[in-house]
């Protein structure tokens, strides 16, 4: 039964470094294609929703005038 127990425990730890291997080697291969995009890729700024809102009812409002 020590041995069941024993053998058992060795697979359940080799299956949850299994895992963690595949889940560091994800991250690492993700952070690795980030770091290689060119530098000008995110040059521009993205415009948030408040600022993209209060344009187009400037907008309108200029229009109604």
């Given at each position: 039964?020590?041995?069941?127990?024993?053998?058992?425990?060795?697979?359940?730890?080799?299956?949850?470094?299994?895992?963690?291997?595949?889940?560091?080697?994800?991250?690492?291969?993700?952070?690795?294609?980030?770091?290689?995009?060119?530098?000008?890729?995110?040059?521009r700024s993205a415009r948030t929703p408040i600022e993209h809102g209060a344009?187009?009812?400037?907008?309108?409002?200029?229009?109604?005038?």
């Amino acid at each position: 039964m020590d041995t069941m127990l024993g053998f058992v425990a060795v697979a359940i730890i080799t299956v949850a470094a299994l895992f963690t291997a595949l889940a560091l080697n994800w991250a690492f291969l993700r952070a690795s294609f980030l770091l290689m995009q060119p530098a000008t890729a995110a040059r521009r700024s993205a415009r948030t929703p408040i600022e993209h809102g209060a344009r187009l009812v400037a907008q309108a409002y200029g229009r109604s005038r």
